[in-house]
């Protein structure tokens, strides 16, 4: 039971996931400090307010409706798509393309027996 449950620990597809977590939550704590320290700022200096969450907020009979919520929300979740996309994405992209670029093309020589066959009429030429 023991040895099962550690050849199931030992899956790539169990280590790889592990490690996917880890750096994602890493991650996500970098583009979270990103948001925070310079989209907010930003957000600020244009609606006077890091976060728009008292924008647009009504009641109606006893329903409270906080439309600013919604938009600081929708705001966050662009930014950080934005974020992902210009600092990963479109980075990981133009190192694939160099990569692709420097690969080099492995010319196919002649097999073994193509080569002792060549040795070997040369041989009888003789």
Known sequence: MIKGFRE???RGN???LAVAVVIGTAFGKVINALVVGFI???VAAIFGKPDLTSVGNFTIGKGE???GLILTE???FFFVALAIYFFVVVPMNKLNE???RNAEVVE???TEVELLTEIRDSLRTR
Do not use: E, K, T
Request: hydrophobic share 55%; net charge positive; aromatic share 10%.
């Open 98 to 100: 160099r990569r692709a």
């Open 108 to 110: 196919v020589g002649p």
């Open 8 to 10: 199931f620990l030992m």
């Open 14 to 16: 169990v280590v790889d």
């Open 74 to 76: 929708l705001l966050s």
């Open 65 to 67: 409706f906080h439309i």
């Open 40 to 42: 907010n700022p930003i």
